[in-house]
Protein backbone atom coordinates (compact mmCIF):
# COMPACT_ATOMS: atom_id res chain seq x y z
CA UNK A 1 0.00 0.00 0.00
CA UNK A 2 1.41 3.25 -1.30
CA UNK A 3 1.49 6.28 0.78
CA UNK A 4 -1.46 8.23 -0.87
CA UNK A 5 -4.04 5.11 0.41
CA UNK A 6 -2.44 5.62 3.50
CA UNK A 7 -3.48 9.26 3.45
CA UNK A 8 -6.70 8.46 2.13
CA UNK A 9 -7.29 5.87 4.68
CA UNK A 10 -6.32 7.97 7.81
CA UNK A 11 -8.66 10.71 6.45
CA UNK A 12 -11.55 8.48 5.90
CA UNK A 13 -11.44 7.32 9.39
CA UNK A 14 -11.11 10.87 11.07
CA UNK A 15 -14.21 11.71 8.72
CA UNK A 16 -16.24 8.66 10.06
CA UNK A 17 -15.14 9.31 14.13
CA UNK A 18 -16.42 12.92 13.82
CA UNK A 19 -19.22 12.63 11.67
CA UNK A 20 -20.59 9.98 14.49
CA UNK A 21 -20.11 12.37 17.30
CA UNK A 22 -22.24 14.99 18.82
CA UNK A 23 -21.76 17.34 21.76
CA UNK A 24 -24.38 17.67 24.46
CA UNK A 25 -24.82 20.19 26.56
CA UNK A 26 -27.65 19.68 28.97
CA UNK A 27 -30.34 17.86 26.66
CA UNK A 28 -29.29 19.33 23.42
CA UNK A 29 -26.78 18.29 20.97
CA UNK A 30 -24.36 20.42 18.98
CA UNK A 31 -23.65 19.64 15.25
CA UNK A 32 -21.89 23.09 14.83
CA UNK A 33 -19.02 22.19 17.00
CA UNK A 34 -19.40 18.80 14.85
CA UNK A 35 -18.00 20.64 11.78
CA UNK A 36 -15.66 23.23 13.70
CA UNK A 37 -13.67 19.93 14.96
CA UNK A 38 -14.45 18.18 11.49
CA UNK A 39 -12.21 20.95 9.72
CA UNK A 40 -9.40 20.99 12.77
CA UNK A 41 -9.03 17.03 11.08
CA UNK A 42 -8.96 17.94 7.59
CA UNK A 43 -6.30 20.62 8.66
CA UNK A 44 -4.19 18.24 10.21
CA UNK A 45 -4.29 15.47 7.66
CA UNK A 46 -3.71 17.99 5.40
CA UNK A 47 -0.03 18.40 7.08
CA UNK A 48 0.28 14.91 7.50
CA UNK A 49 0.06 14.62 3.45
CA UNK A 50 2.63 17.59 3.06
CA UNK A 51 5.00 15.40 5.25
CA UNK A 52 4.43 11.89 3.59
CA UNK A 53 5.15 14.19 0.09
CA UNK A 54 8.41 15.88 1.39
CA UNK A 55 9.57 12.53 2.61
CA UNK A 56 8.93 10.94 -0.80
CA UNK A 57 10.76 12.97 -2.87
CA UNK A 58 13.96 10.69 -4.21
CA UNK A 59 17.42 10.78 -2.61
CA UNK A 60 20.27 10.11 -4.08
CA UNK A 61 24.38 10.63 -3.68
CA UNK A 62 26.52 12.26 -6.18
CA UNK A 63 30.16 11.85 -6.46
CA UNK A 64 32.65 15.23 -6.93
CA UNK A 65 36.30 14.49 -8.39
CA UNK A 66 39.21 16.76 -7.89
CA UNK A 67 37.83 18.84 -5.48
CA UNK A 68 40.15 21.39 -5.08
CA UNK A 69 42.33 21.04 -1.31
CA UNK A 70 42.62 24.53 0.83
CA UNK A 71 45.22 25.05 3.53
CA UNK A 72 43.29 27.36 6.31
CA UNK A 73 44.84 29.33 9.53
CA UNK A 74 47.98 29.81 8.18
CA UNK A 75 47.92 33.36 9.61
CA UNK A 76 47.60 31.58 13.02
CA UNK A 77 50.59 29.20 11.98
CA UNK A 78 52.60 32.05 11.13
CA UNK A 79 52.27 33.79 14.40
CA UNK A 80 54.20 30.74 16.02
CA UNK A 81 56.97 30.95 13.73
CA UNK A 82 55.88 28.16 11.25
CA UNK A 83 54.64 27.34 7.83
CA UNK A 84 53.49 24.52 5.55
CA UNK A 85 55.55 22.92 3.12
CA UNK A 86 55.09 20.81 0.44
CA UNK A 87 52.61 20.42 -2.82
CA UNK A 88 49.38 18.73 -1.80
CA UNK A 89 46.66 16.75 -4.12
CA UNK A 90 44.24 18.25 -5.46
CA UNK A 91 42.64 15.15 -6.44
CA UNK A 92 39.75 15.36 -3.22
CA UNK A 93 36.80 13.09 -4.00
CA UNK A 94 33.72 14.40 -2.27
CA UNK A 95 30.20 12.30 -2.34
CA UNK A 96 26.91 14.49 -1.23
CA UNK A 97 23.90 13.06 -0.55
CA UNK A 98 20.27 14.40 -0.14
CA UNK A 99 17.05 15.25 -2.40
CA UNK A 100 17.41 14.86 -5.76
CA UNK A 101 15.87 18.43 -6.95
CA UNK A 102 18.53 19.88 -4.92
CA UNK A 103 21.98 17.86 -5.44
CA UNK A 104 21.42 18.14 -9.31
CA UNK A 105 21.95 21.72 -8.88
CA UNK A 106 24.88 21.33 -6.88
CA UNK A 107 27.93 22.58 -8.61
CA UNK A 108 31.56 21.70 -8.05
CA UNK A 109 33.16 25.07 -7.73
CA UNK A 110 30.75 25.09 -4.59
CA UNK A 111 32.64 22.59 -2.58
CA UNK A 112 35.57 23.35 -0.62
CA UNK A 113 37.69 20.76 0.68
CA UNK A 114 40.13 22.20 3.88
CA UNK A 115 42.30 21.49 6.56
CA UNK A 116 42.37 23.97 9.24
CA UNK A 117 46.53 24.29 10.65
CA UNK A 118 45.81 27.19 13.07
CA UNK A 119 45.99 24.71 15.84
CA UNK A 120 49.62 23.09 14.92
CA UNK A 121 52.40 24.59 17.27
CA UNK A 122 55.52 22.10 16.36
CA UNK A 123 57.45 21.77 13.69
CA UNK A 124 56.78 18.16 11.53
CA UNK A 125 54.85 16.52 9.91
CA UNK A 126 51.13 16.40 11.21
CA UNK A 127 47.80 14.45 10.53
CA UNK A 128 44.45 16.46 9.70
CA UNK A 129 41.51 16.34 8.90
CA UNK A 130 39.86 17.04 5.73
CA UNK A 131 36.57 19.36 6.00
CA UNK A 132 34.21 20.69 3.59
CA UNK A 133 32.76 24.06 3.14
CA UNK A 134 29.55 24.14 0.34
CA UNK A 135 27.79 21.21 1.45
CA UNK A 136 26.51 21.65 5.11
CA UNK A 137 22.74 20.87 4.42
CA UNK A 138 23.85 17.38 3.32
CA UNK A 139 25.46 14.48 4.47
CA UNK A 140 28.93 13.88 2.51
CA UNK A 141 32.06 11.84 2.64
CA UNK A 142 35.70 13.04 1.56
CA UNK A 143 38.13 11.15 0.57
CA UNK A 144 40.76 10.67 1.41
CA UNK A 145 39.36 12.07 4.78
CA UNK A 146 43.12 12.57 6.24
CA UNK A 147 46.26 14.14 4.71
CA UNK A 148 49.58 14.38 6.57
CA UNK A 149 50.76 18.38 6.78
CA UNK A 150 54.84 19.20 7.08
CA UNK A 151 54.94 22.29 9.10
CA UNK A 152 58.57 23.80 9.72
CA UNK A 153 60.54 27.06 10.13
CA UNK A 154 60.35 29.15 6.98
CA UNK A 155 63.95 29.74 6.11
CA UNK A 156 66.37 31.33 3.11
CA UNK A 157 70.09 30.58 2.32
CA UNK A 158 72.82 31.14 -0.32
CA UNK A 159 73.83 27.84 -1.74
CA UNK A 160 77.19 27.56 -4.09
CA UNK A 161 77.20 26.29 -7.52
CA UNK A 162 79.45 22.93 -7.50
CA UNK A 163 80.43 21.97 -11.56
CA UNK A 164 81.18 18.29 -11.61
CA UNK A 165 82.22 17.92 -15.71
CA UNK A 166 83.34 14.98 -16.97
CA UNK A 167 84.58 14.54 -20.85
CA UNK A 168 85.36 11.37 -23.22
CA UNK A 169 88.23 12.16 -25.18
CA UNK A 170 90.20 15.42 -24.97
CA UNK A 171 93.50 15.94 -27.60
CA UNK A 172 97.40 16.02 -25.95
CA UNK A 173 97.60 19.21 -26.94
CA UNK A 174 94.23 20.74 -25.98
CA UNK A 175 92.86 22.31 -22.00
CA UNK A 176 89.91 23.32 -20.79
CA UNK A 177 87.83 25.52 -18.57
CA UNK A 178 84.41 25.87 -17.36
CA UNK A 179 83.15 29.38 -16.64
CA UNK A 180 79.86 29.58 -14.87
CA UNK A 181 77.18 32.26 -14.78
CA UNK A 182 76.42 31.67 -11.50
CA UNK A 183 78.55 31.63 -8.48
CA UNK A 184 75.17 31.29 -5.73
CA UNK A 185 71.30 30.05 -5.93
CA UNK A 186 69.10 31.48 -3.55
CA UNK A 187 67.03 29.01 -1.68
CA UNK A 188 63.57 29.36 0.44
CA UNK A 189 61.88 26.59 2.63
CA UNK A 190 61.77 24.37 5.62
CA UNK A 191 64.77 25.48 7.38
CA UNK A 192 65.26 21.53 8.86
CA UNK A 193 65.66 20.62 4.70
CA UNK A 194 67.77 23.85 3.71
CA UNK A 195 70.12 22.89 6.79
CA UNK A 196 71.07 19.83 4.62
CA UNK A 197 71.62 21.39 1.65
CA UNK A 198 75.28 21.79 1.20
CA UNK A 199 75.79 22.48 -2.76
CA UNK A 200 73.64 23.47 -5.83
CA UNK A 201 75.54 20.72 -8.23
CA UNK A 202 76.15 21.00 -11.74
CA UNK A 203 76.25 17.66 -13.66
CA UNK A 204 78.35 18.67 -17.57
CA UNK A 205 79.07 15.86 -19.50
CA UNK A 206 81.62 17.45 -22.09
CA UNK A 207 82.04 14.49 -24.50
CA UNK A 208 85.18 14.59 -26.93
CA UNK A 209 86.05 18.42 -26.27
CA UNK A 210 87.75 19.93 -30.00
CA UNK A 211 86.04 23.23 -29.44
CA UNK A 212 84.70 25.49 -26.89
CA UNK A 213 81.05 26.20 -26.50
CA UNK A 214 77.72 27.44 -24.07
CA UNK A 215 75.46 25.70 -22.75
CA UNK A 216 72.72 25.40 -19.66
CA UNK A 217 72.47 22.99 -17.04
CA UNK A 218 69.98 21.80 -14.39
CA UNK A 219 70.97 22.31 -10.60
CA UNK A 220 70.99 19.45 -8.52
CA UNK A 221 71.04 20.13 -4.36
CA UNK A 222 72.71 17.80 -2.86
CA UNK A 223 73.97 17.12 0.63
CA UNK A 224 77.24 16.68 2.41
CA UNK A 225 76.97 12.82 0.94
CA UNK A 226 76.34 14.16 -2.50
CA UNK A 227 72.79 12.89 -2.37
CA UNK A 228 69.69 14.48 -3.92
CA UNK A 229 67.74 16.58 -1.54
CA UNK A 230 64.37 16.42 -2.81
CA UNK A 231 62.62 19.40 -3.43
CA UNK A 232 59.10 19.08 -2.09
CA UNK A 233 59.53 21.13 0.92
CA UNK A 234 62.09 24.48 -0.51
CA UNK A 235 62.15 26.40 -4.12
CA UNK A 236 65.20 28.02 -5.77
CA UNK A 237 65.26 31.57 -7.26
CA UNK A 238 67.72 29.54 -10.02
CA UNK A 239 66.33 25.93 -11.51
CA UNK A 240 69.78 25.94 -14.50
CA UNK A 241 73.17 27.74 -15.27
CA UNK A 242 74.61 28.48 -18.35
CA UNK A 243 78.06 27.14 -18.44
CA UNK A 244 81.07 28.26 -20.87
CA UNK A 245 83.19 25.75 -22.25
CA UNK A 246 86.55 27.46 -22.65
CA UNK A 247 89.11 25.34 -24.64
CA UNK A 248 92.27 26.33 -25.00
CA UNK A 249 95.12 25.21 -27.22
CA UNK A 250 98.53 27.44 -28.03
CA UNK A 251 100.50 27.82 -30.70
CA UNK A 252 103.79 30.10 -31.76
CA UNK A 253 103.77 32.79 -34.66
CA UNK A 254 105.92 35.08 -36.36
CA UNK A 255 105.41 38.88 -35.04
CA UNK A 256 105.10 41.60 -38.51
CA UNK A 257 105.55 45.27 -38.71
CA UNK A 258 103.78 47.50 -41.27
CA UNK A 259 104.15 51.25 -42.23
CA UNK A 260 101.91 53.56 -41.92
CA UNK A 261 102.06 55.31 -45.18
CA UNK A 262 104.44 52.52 -47.52
CA UNK A 263 106.97 55.37 -48.30
CA UNK A 264 109.58 53.02 -47.64
CA UNK A 265 111.01 50.01 -49.99
CA UNK A 266 112.15 47.08 -48.33
CA UNK A 267 116.04 47.26 -49.61
CA UNK A 268 116.38 50.51 -47.31
CA UNK A 269 115.01 49.27 -43.15
CA UNK A 270 115.44 46.40 -41.34
CA UNK A 271 113.19 46.20 -38.48
CA UNK A 272 114.29 43.97 -35.66
CA UNK A 273 111.66 42.66 -32.96
CA UNK A 274 112.32 40.89 -29.44
CA UNK A 275 111.43 38.47 -29.16
CA UNK A 276 110.51 37.68 -32.87
CA UNK A 277 107.94 35.00 -32.05
CA UNK A 278 105.20 34.96 -30.04
CA UNK A 279 103.13 31.99 -28.73
CA UNK A 280 99.43 32.38 -28.21
CA UNK A 281 97.07 30.77 -26.07
CA UNK A 282 93.04 30.78 -27.60
CA UNK A 283 89.88 28.67 -28.97
CA UNK A 284 91.23 25.73 -31.03
CA UNK A 285 89.00 27.20 -34.32
CA UNK A 286 90.17 30.76 -33.98
CA UNK A 287 94.18 29.69 -33.74
CA UNK A 288 93.67 27.79 -37.10
CA UNK A 289 93.34 30.68 -39.20
CA UNK A 290 95.55 33.17 -37.49
CA UNK A 291 99.78 32.86 -38.52
CA UNK A 292 101.22 36.14 -37.82
CA UNK A 293 100.57 38.85 -34.88
CA UNK A 294 100.75 42.22 -36.29
CA UNK A 295 102.38 45.44 -34.12
CA UNK A 296 101.44 48.46 -34.27
CA UNK A 297 102.24 50.34 -37.54
CA UNK A 298 105.50 52.25 -38.00
CA UNK A 299 104.87 56.19 -38.90
CA UNK A 300 107.62 56.60 -41.51
CA UNK A 301 107.68 60.73 -40.53
CA UNK A 302 108.85 59.67 -36.95
CA UNK A 303 111.34 57.79 -37.85
CA UNK A 304 115.20 58.40 -37.53
CA UNK A 305 118.19 56.48 -39.07
CA UNK A 306 117.78 54.58 -36.17
CA UNK A 307 113.87 54.28 -34.26
CA UNK A 308 113.35 51.99 -30.67
CA UNK A 309 110.36 51.16 -28.85
CA UNK A 310 108.45 49.42 -27.15
CA UNK A 311 104.95 47.97 -28.07
CA UNK A 312 102.21 45.92 -27.73
CA UNK A 313 100.88 43.42 -29.67
CA UNK A 314 97.49 43.61 -31.55
CA UNK A 315 95.34 40.08 -30.47
CA UNK A 316 92.23 39.20 -31.51
CA UNK A 317 89.24 38.83 -28.45
CA UNK A 318 89.82 35.63 -26.81
CA UNK A 319 93.59 35.26 -27.26
CA UNK A 320 96.00 35.71 -25.26
CA UNK A 321 99.94 35.62 -25.53
CA UNK A 322 101.26 33.23 -23.19
CA UNK A 323 104.26 34.49 -20.99
CA UNK A 324 104.73 37.50 -22.25
CA UNK A 325 105.76 39.32 -19.18
CA UNK A 326 106.34 43.01 -20.74
CA UNK A 327 106.09 45.15 -23.79
CA UNK A 328 107.97 44.08 -27.14
CA UNK A 329 110.95 46.01 -27.97
CA UNK A 330 111.07 47.02 -31.31
CA UNK A 331 114.34 48.76 -33.86
CA UNK A 332 114.18 50.12 -36.88
CA UNK A 333 117.09 50.70 -38.90
CA UNK A 334 117.52 52.82 -41.79
CA UNK A 335 119.99 51.58 -44.53
CA UNK A 336 121.45 52.91 -47.49
CA UNK A 337 119.58 56.01 -47.02
CA UNK A 338 120.58 59.50 -46.17
CA UNK A 339 118.96 62.79 -45.35
CA UNK A 340 118.59 65.73 -48.04
CA UNK A 341 116.78 69.01 -47.15
CA UNK A 342 114.03 70.29 -49.86
CA UNK A 343 113.11 74.05 -50.12
CA UNK A 344 109.20 74.44 -50.63
CA UNK A 345 107.37 77.32 -51.69
CA UNK A 346 104.76 78.53 -49.01
CA UNK A 347 102.42 79.67 -52.11
CA UNK A 348 101.91 76.24 -52.80
CA UNK A 349 100.20 75.31 -49.55
CA UNK A 350 96.40 74.33 -49.27
CA UNK A 351 95.38 77.10 -47.09
CA UNK A 352 91.95 76.88 -45.32
CA UNK A 353 90.80 79.96 -43.30
CA UNK A 354 87.53 81.46 -42.07
CA UNK A 355 85.23 82.56 -44.89
CA UNK A 356 85.35 85.93 -43.61
CA UNK A 357 89.64 86.12 -43.47
CA UNK A 358 92.43 86.48 -45.87
CA UNK A 359 95.99 85.11 -44.76
CA UNK A 360 99.73 85.79 -46.38
CA UNK A 361 102.88 84.26 -44.81
CA UNK A 362 105.70 86.05 -43.56
CA UNK A 363 108.25 83.88 -45.26
CA UNK A 364 108.07 83.17 -48.87
CA UNK A 365 109.34 79.76 -48.87
CA UNK A 366 110.60 77.25 -45.62
CA UNK A 367 112.55 73.89 -45.20
CA UNK A 368 111.29 70.38 -45.15
CA UNK A 369 114.00 67.28 -44.46
CA UNK A 370 113.72 64.14 -45.86
CA UNK A 371 114.59 60.47 -45.64
CA UNK A 372 115.69 59.30 -49.22
CA UNK A 373 117.47 56.03 -50.53
CA UNK A 374 121.16 56.29 -51.75
CA UNK A 375 121.91 57.85 -54.95
CA UNK A 376 118.70 59.54 -54.98
CA UNK A 377 119.14 62.87 -53.38
CA UNK A 378 119.35 64.66 -56.73
CA UNK A 379 116.53 63.73 -58.19
CA UNK A 380 113.88 65.05 -55.24
CA UNK A 381 112.36 67.85 -56.39
CA UNK A 382 109.74 70.05 -54.84
CA UNK A 383 106.63 69.06 -57.08
CA UNK A 384 107.27 65.86 -55.37
CA UNK A 385 105.16 66.58 -52.16
CA UNK A 386 101.59 67.95 -51.00
CA UNK A 387 101.39 70.73 -48.57
CA UNK A 388 98.39 71.48 -46.69
CA UNK A 389 97.52 73.69 -43.76
CA UNK A 390 94.26 73.90 -41.34
CA UNK A 391 93.80 77.37 -40.03
CA UNK A 392 90.12 77.34 -39.41
CA UNK A 393 90.51 78.20 -35.80
CA UNK A 394 92.81 81.31 -36.63
CA UNK A 395 90.57 84.79 -35.46
CA UNK A 396 91.24 87.59 -37.94
CA UNK A 397 94.18 89.90 -37.02
CA UNK A 398 96.68 86.30 -35.64
CA UNK A 399 99.58 86.06 -37.06
CA UNK A 400 101.28 82.71 -35.71
CA UNK A 401 103.55 79.31 -36.82
CA UNK A 402 100.84 76.67 -38.11
CA UNK A 403 101.77 72.65 -38.70
CA UNK A 404 102.10 72.36 -42.12
CA UNK A 405 101.10 69.06 -43.40
CA UNK A 406 103.79 67.54 -46.24
CA UNK A 407 102.76 64.13 -47.51
CA UNK A 408 104.13 62.64 -51.37
CA UNK A 409 102.19 63.61 -53.84
CA UNK A 410 102.81 60.32 -55.87
CA UNK A 411 104.16 57.24 -56.35
CA UNK A 412 107.82 56.56 -56.13
CA UNK A 413 110.24 54.01 -57.61
CA UNK A 414 112.77 55.13 -54.84
CA UNK A 415 112.49 55.79 -50.67
CA UNK A 416 111.22 59.24 -50.39
CA UNK A 417 109.65 60.31 -47.20
CA UNK A 418 109.63 63.81 -45.11
CA UNK A 419 110.41 63.52 -41.45
CA UNK A 420 107.98 65.33 -38.89
CA UNK A 421 106.43 68.47 -39.39
CA UNK A 422 106.77 71.78 -40.67
CA UNK A 423 105.59 74.93 -39.63
CA UNK A 424 105.00 78.15 -41.46
CA UNK A 425 104.38 81.69 -40.25
CA UNK A 426 100.93 82.60 -41.10
CA UNK A 427 99.13 85.94 -41.08
CA UNK A 428 95.20 86.00 -40.55
CA UNK A 429 93.34 89.37 -41.85
CA UNK A 430 89.66 89.90 -41.68
CA UNK A 431 88.88 90.81 -45.12
CA UNK A 432 87.83 94.74 -45.98
Sequence with gaps: ??????????????????????????????????????????????????????????????????????????????????????????????????????????????????????????????????????????????????????????????????????????????????????????????KSVLDKIRSAKVYVELGTITAGFSRRDRITFVDENGKEVEGGYFSSDVTSVGIDVKVYTEKTVPLVSSFKYGWIKAANVKVTTTPSQITLRGDPRKLADINEVKLPEIDETTLDTVSTGMVNPILEDGIVAVNLTEKIQRKVELVKTEKVTVTLNTEDIDVKVPSDCTYSFTEKTFEVTCIVANGYAKRVTADMFKLSLDATTLTEGTSTSATVRVTMAGENNFTLFPVGMTTAQILVSAVE
Excluded at 12 to 25: C, H, I, L, Q
Excluded at 61 to 71: A, D, K, N
Excluded at 161 to 175: A, K, L, R
Aim: charged share 30%; hydrophobic share 35%.
Design 1 to 190: MNDQHKLQEKFDNAKKYVSGKTFRVGNRSFRLLSLLIYACCLLVSFFIWLDLTGSNVEVITREFSGVTLEIEGEADLARNGLAVFGEYTDQITVSVSGPKNRINRLEEDELKAYVDVSEVTESGKTKLNIDLHGADRYEYTVSPSSIRVFVDENDEKDIPVHIDETYDIIPDSYSYELVSDTEYVTVKGA
